[in-house]
């Protein structure tokens, strides 16, 4: 049985175009399929590697395999005013925003190294989410039948401050989550968020009344996440 290496680089690719982070991500991902093929063609038991990158985007869209084009409220010309663009890509969920102030997260593990369970792997990270909303005294939690992280999710005050989407082959993941947290919100109010049209969304700033130190944020949501998959941050 292969060893499991539960080593994760943790890397911040700061502000990052999308289009640059994804080509990044699929690099990564791509590599780390290569070695476990290798590993089944040739029955060795070379270590796969495991990243958790942090990154904002300048304003952007984006939009899941399984997504609905009509969410996007803007045309070509109005992205363009907004300064925003718009990918279709290969992720599961519909379409979200992701722009400066919002932690996004892209783990791309090996799950073999973990736990070969999508639905607990998208728990995890809603769990880590959550964890670190409690040590700033906002209570959150999940909406039956969606995934991400939601404020009053039982009552029609219902908000979303964490938005997941992930893609996995041969148990690697990529993608991941968009977590606001300075995030501009009026951005939301050119798409139908994840194809929710009822609910609003909401950020940390907005919650708190302040801006909120995106370092500080960042060493709280990566200390959970190392503890919740008993992984060792590098």
Not at 54 to 70: A, D, N
Not at 99 to 123: A, K, S, W
Request: net charge negative.
């Amino acid at each position: 049985m292969r060893t499991m290496n539960k080593q994760v680089q943790y890397v911040d690719w700061g502000l990052v175009d999308y289009q640059e982070a994804w080509n990044r991500q699929e690099e990564i991902f791509a590599q780390t399929v290569a070695i476990k093929n290798a590993n089944r063609i040739n029955n060795t038991q070379n270590p796969t590697p495991n990243f958790l990158v942090f990154t904002e985007h300048p304003h952007v869209y984006t939009l899941g395999k399984s997504g609905h084009e009509e969410y996007l409220l803007l045309d070509e010309g109005g992205l363009k005013e907004k300064e925003a663009t718009f990918y279709k890509i290969n992720r599961g969920g519909d379409i979200t925003y992701h722009g400066p102030g919002q932690i996004v997260g892209y783990p791309i593990l090996d799950l073999d190294n973990f736990f070969t369970d999508i639905h607990l792997y998208l728990r995890t990270l809603e769990d880590a989410i959550i964890l670190t909303l409690a040590d700033y005294g906002i209570e959150a939690g999940r909406y039956p039948g969606y995934t991400g992280v939601w404020l009053d999710a039982d009552n029609e005050k219902a908000r979303k401050i964490c938005a997941m989407g992930v893609r996995a082959s041969r148990w690697v993941t990529m993608h991941g989550f968009a977590f606001n947290v300075n995030a501009n919100l009026d951005y939301f109010g050119y798409i139908i968020p994840c194809g929710i049209d009822d609910k609003d969304v909401t950020s940390m700033e907005r919650e708190l009344g302040h801006k909120m130190d995106m370092d500080e944020v960042k060493d709280k949501l990566k200390g959970h996440i190392a503890a919740l998959f008993k992984m060792e941050l590098l």
